[in-house]
């Protein structure tokens, strides 16, 4: 081969080379966004943590933005504003399938199963309200807009065949109104709503202080209901009991759980998500005295993520994990 051509084309694939690893190094020093939920809820809190966690380890920004929840971080991650949100698994099935509130299909993976959240339907300890059927008549908080709680509440007042304004005259505009957990809150311990409704870990930070200051109960969650959202919503749903002494409340109450993951991107850089998983289980205790659900993530559960898949880069990391 002639000298002189070859080294043009060694100096080509050089100059290739430097550009590329040129904006790698740019794109790691991009500040990683996590969309998170309100403040209050687990979501927000987990999520602020987890970029401590991540700057502190790659050296890179990272921070967490405040949205209404699941839906919300779902988009984003979507629309590229976010690499990486919180999501009930019923919305992220939602998202795969451009059902409910996505109008198309979403490309994503998982990071990592994280905890099951419980569904709280919230109300005030002396009320007269027993289960949710006694909520026709109700002034409810169903979340905010573009939560995955919002999400729920609809379905599960379907279930149980209770439809806005049920209770109401015709002068009424409506029964229901959209609440983040703290505006929620102070709502019913004002009388402004009868009930709430919130879907997290336990305890929730935001349900723990209305506890502290307000004596609450949680209606519970029938088998029939479940049943009827496993077979409209491909069984993601379960059913579990709160422990006794959760919130001040004695007796155990039985009520519906979701699984929760940390989502990216189908397309996201496969070391960059590495990094995340590797920052999310390095820095579990560190987060864990903080947020105590995060004490629930486990390694071995971690990859059953169910129709979602899990990302190449998150995957790369629980194989080196392997003993």
Same mark, same amino acid.
């Given at each position: *081969?002639n000298?002189?051509r ?6 080509? @694939?050089?100059?290739?080379?430097? *550009?590329? *690893?040129?904006t790698?190094?740019?794109? %790691? ?6 969309a998170?939920?309100?403040?209050g809820g687990?979501? =927000?809190a987990?999520?602020?943590m987890l ?8 050296g ?5 933005v ?21 999501a %009930? ?9 451009g059902?409910g509130?996505?109008?198309e %299909?979403?490309?994503?993976? !998982?990071?990592?199963r994280?905890?099951?959240e419980?569904?709280?339907i919230?109300?005030a ?8 059927s006694?909520l026709?008549? !109700? ?14 509440a =609809?379905r599960?007042?379907e279930?149980?065949?209770?439809r ?8 009424d505009v409506s029964d ?7 505006q929620a !809150?102070?709502?019913?311990q ?8 919130w879907?997290?870990a336990?305890?929730t930070p935001? @349900?723990s202080?209305l506890?502290?200051?307000f004596p ?9 209901i479940?049943?009827?959202l496993?077979?409209? =919503?491909a069984d993601?749903y379960?059913l579990s ?5 959760t919130y001040?409340i004695d ?5 519906m759980?979701?699984?929760?993951y940390? @989502? ?8 960059e998500i590495?990094?995340?998983?590797n920052s ?10 903080q @947020? ?10 971690a990859?059953f ?8 880069g998150?995957?790369e990391y629980?194989r080196?994990?392997? =003993?």
């Amino acid at each position: *081969m002639n000298t002189g051509r070859s080294r043009r084309i060694l100096s080509t @694939v050089l100059a290739l080379i430097g *550009m590329f *690893m040129l904006t790698s190094c740019n794109q %790691q020093h991009d500040p990683v966004v996590i969309a998170g939920g309100n403040p209050g809820g687990v979501y =927000h809190a987990y999520g602020s943590m987890l970029a401590t966690e991540l700057s502190a380890n790659t050296g890179r920004e990272a921070t967490v933005v405040q949205t209404d929840g699941s839906v919300e971080n779902l988009q984003r991650i979507g629309s590229g504003e976010a690499l990486l949100g919180f999501a %009930q698994g019923d919305t992220v099935a939602d998202a795969l399938t451009g059902a409910g509130d996505f109008s198309e %299909q979403l490309e994503l993976a !998982a990071v990592s199963r994280l905890y099951d959240e419980y569904v709280h339907i919230v109300v005030a300890r002396d009320s007269e309200f027993v289960s949710i059927s006694d909520l026709a008549d !109700a002034r409810i908080s169903l979340g905010s807009p573009g939560s995955g709680v919002q999400v729920i509440a =609809h379905r599960i007042l379907e279930a149980a065949g209770i439809r806005a304004g049920d209770g109401l005259s015709s002068d009424d505009v409506s029964d229901w109104v959209t609440l983040g957990t703290q505006q929620a !809150a102070k709502a019913l311990q004002s009388e402004e709503i009868d009930a709430f409704f919130w879907v997290g870990a336990i305890p929730t930070p935001g @349900v723990s202080e209305l506890a502290e200051a307000f004596p609450i109960r949680i209606l519970p969650v029938t088998p029939d209901i479940l049943d009827q959202l496993n077979a409209d =919503h491909a069984d993601v749903y379960g059913l579990s009991e709160l422990p006794r002494g959760t919130y001040g409340i004695d007796d155990g109450t039985r009520t519906m759980t979701i699984p929760n993951y940390l @989502v990216t991107a189908a397309d996201a850089d496969r070391g960059e998500i590495r990094e995340v998983a590797n920052s999310l289980f390095a820095g579990r205790a560190a987060i864990a005295r903080q @947020v105590p659900a995060a004490a629930l993530l486990d390694i071995r559960e971690a990859i059953f993520t169910g129709q979602l898949p899990l990302h190449p880069g998150a995957a790369e990391y629980y194989r080196s994990q392997r =003993h």
